[in-house]
């Protein structure tokens, strides 16, 4: 009986099971699921910087000759200014980028172009470009934080005194200060520079000179390539250098994490720009309108920024993924780690630009948020403290004074403030006057001085602190 593809199965034959996809023949298949170069060549200045390096340490150590050494720099050159330019022709049937760059390289060099990989092979190859790319990434994503907090600043200066309700459970719970709740976020997007830090510090080892994955018995100095590339050292373990991922797992573990305070405060944003909070005022720039209904303004880049979260943290998955499981050391299923990296770096990179200016831009409703900072007996707190401090209840008391005093202003549908002294002194006759000093918003938030605390001095002491750290 004939298989299933025709009488000869290396002819490029229409496969019988699967060939409506494909004009060509099993061979056709193969190309399609192997090759990778769609995705990889944008490894191409990593890829042609490592070459650079290792053909130099080649040439020094004597392993292959200056000349040779020369021609091959020079050729790289030409090659990277090609793909900058446009002008170069990519081959899926040459599978990858370094296979691209090398078979191009001897187009244009001829014989040497064949030593450069000597004492090297695509698996120390392709964990450098790697590395490489995902490095400059972490440096990306340090900048574009680094610049989001410099925007927070920039409005918690502005805003350190200005009064806005705290919110637990999506419920009025305390006033606390503009400045207070921009310096949260400085607080958060901070960790997360120093996430990007200290994946970068722990990336920084170099993989070149592990070759296939024993290391060579060429004399290689894998210092001089390690120190070229800009790393701190080489990888002391041949078989991990060319094995592990770890380095873009954490780069996304870190993302994923700044992605996520992204989406909150970016969920943020999208609730106090609504008509019925109308706390802030976001820039056009950063809006749409709608083409139905005239009268709306939708804040898209808010809520696709809360978004990216979905993809980055898939990338994430996607990866631990395909790593798990794997037996030391390379595997193809190994080529399955980037596109989802290259990725989740383009959006996350993205929405730190698009929140960075909407930070920028944004303008705070100073009224509408004092007003909703008094609304919701968000002083009782400071009322139940002044009942211990001034008349020495137990807090636990004070509690209940306070809850009785609530339930009445609430059932006269008047804020706390607005009940009278009588009122007060018919659920506990001590209370004086006094008290309301410290039913005012102003003066709860003065109040809380406590390091850390939403006093307006204790925020500016943190805005001061981070601008030296981020200086
Ligand atoms: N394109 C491959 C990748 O992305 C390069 C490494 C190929 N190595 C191998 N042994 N087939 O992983």
Request: proline share 3%; charged share 20%.
């Amino acid at each position: 009986m004939d298989p299933p593809g025709g009488k000869d199965m290396t002819k490029k034959t229409q496969n019988a099971m699967w060939g409506g996809r494909f004009a060509d023949g099993p061979d056709a298949i193969m190309e399609a699921i192997n090759a990778s170069i769609s995705f990889d060549k944008r490894l191409y200045t990593q890829d042609i910087a490592g070459s650079r390096a290792h053909a130099a340490m080649l040439a020094a150590q004597g392993i292959i000759t200056d000349s040779d050494g020369n021609a091959i720099r020079e050729g790289l050159l030409t090659v990277l200014s090609e793909i900058e330019g446009g002008n170069f022709q990519f081959s899926p049937a040459l599978e990858d980028i370094h296979m691209n760059v090398e078979s191009r390289l001897k187009e244009i060099i001829g014989e040497p172009a064949g030593r450069l990989h000597t004492a090297r092979s695509r698996n120390d190859q392709v964990a450098l470009d790697f590395r490489m790319w995902v490095r400059d990434q972490a440096d990306a994503a340090i900048a574009g934080l680094d610049a989001l907090c410099r925007a927070l600043l920039v409005q918690a200066e502005a805003g350190a005194d200005w009064v806005m309700p705290g919110f637990t459970h999506l419920q009025v719970a305390q006033p606390v200060t503009w400045g207070h709740h921009m310096m949260a976020y400085v607080e958060m997007f901070g960790r997360d520079m120093s996430r990007f830090r200290d994946a970068r510090a722990r990336m920084n080892e170099c993989p070149l000179g592990a070759a296939a994955l024993a290391g060579t018995s060429f004399p290689i100095d894998r210092d001089a390539t390690a120190q070229a590339l800009g790393f701190d050292r080489p990888a002391a373990n041949s078989l991990d250098a060319v094995a592990d991922r770890d380095f873009a797992l954490e780069f996304l573990a870190s993302s994923t994490i700044c992605a996520m305070h992204l989406s909150r405060f970016a969920e943020e944003l999208v609730i106090w720009s609504s008509a019925q909070f109308r706390f802030v005022a976001l820039s056009d720039r950063f809006s749409t309108g709608s083409s139905i209904m005239p009268q709306k303004k939708n804040h898209d880049a808010a809520e696709l920024i809360r978004a990216k979260i979905g993809r980055i943290m898939g990338a994430m998955v996607g990866l631990f993924t395909v790593m798990k499981g794997l037996p030391l050391t390379y595997s193809k299923d190994m080529q399955e780690d980037k596109e989802q990296v290259f990725d989740a770096a383009d959006n996350l990179m993205l929405a730190l630009a698009a929140m960075t200016g909407m930070v920028a831009d944004m303008n705070a409703n100073v009224d509408e948020l004092r007003i909703a900072a008094a609304s919701g007996f968000s002083t009782a707190t400071d009322l139940a403290d002044w009942l211990v401090r001034e008349l020495n209840l137990p807090f636990r008391d004070a509690h209940h004074v306070t809850g009785t005093l609530v339930g009445m202003a609430e059932k006269q549908g008047v804020d706390l403030p607005d009940l009278t002294l009588e009122q007060m002194q018919s659920v506990h006759g001590a209370i004086t006057a006094g008290v309301f000093d410290v039913l005012g918003v102003e003066n709860s938030v003065k109040s809380r001085t406590s390091y850390g605390g939403t006093a307006p001095d204790q925020v500016r002491e943190q805005i001061a602190r981070w601008k030296g750290i981020l200086a």
